[in-house]
């Protein structure tokens, strides 16, 4: 298997382990002990347990959870990947009670590949988007 096709095939397991799944335990495959994570909000390191706990939190939210991505690219040690985020609101969500509502926003992530594991994340979504769509404007 090439670099690339290994590069692409870590950043799926990490969308079909971590997205799509939710499976907790198997993240230990596919992320580093402690990542630097970017988002709009800001940037730092971040243990995986935090992690783990932030996804435990989406998944519970939004337990039918799906990325469909619809590309891949890789560039050095780099994959990007950007696709369509679907769920229902169930749980609590930034204050917000759940509504039932579907959602579907597109989101674009990066990640950086270090000795077989993603060590370094970026990520960009549709968060505005996502809370019209269960009724809160946060320009009201």
Do not use: C
Not at 86 to 92: K, Y
């Amino acid at each position: 298997m090439s670099v690339d096709d290994e590069h692409k095939a870590i950043a799926k397991r990490y969308v079909d382990v971590v997205w799509n799944d939710g499976d907790i335990d198997a993240m230990d495959d596919v992320l580093t002990d402690q990542q630097v994570y970017h988002d709009p909000t800001g940037s730092g390191e971040e243990p995986l347990s935090e992690f783990k706990s932030f996804i435990s939190n989406y998944h519970e939210t939004f337990p039918d959870l799906h990325f469909e991505v619809e590309h891949y690219m890789r560039d050095g040690d780099y994959v990007a990947f950007w696709g369509r985020i679907t769920g229902t609101h169930e749980g609590p969500f930034m204050g917000i009670e759940p509504t039932g509502e579907s959602v579907e926003i597109m989101g674009i992530h990066v990640v950086r590949i270090a000795d077989g594991k993603i060590a370094e994340r970026w990520a960009n979504v549709d968060l505005f988007g996502l809370l019209q769509q269960i009724g809160h404007d946060p320009l009201a």
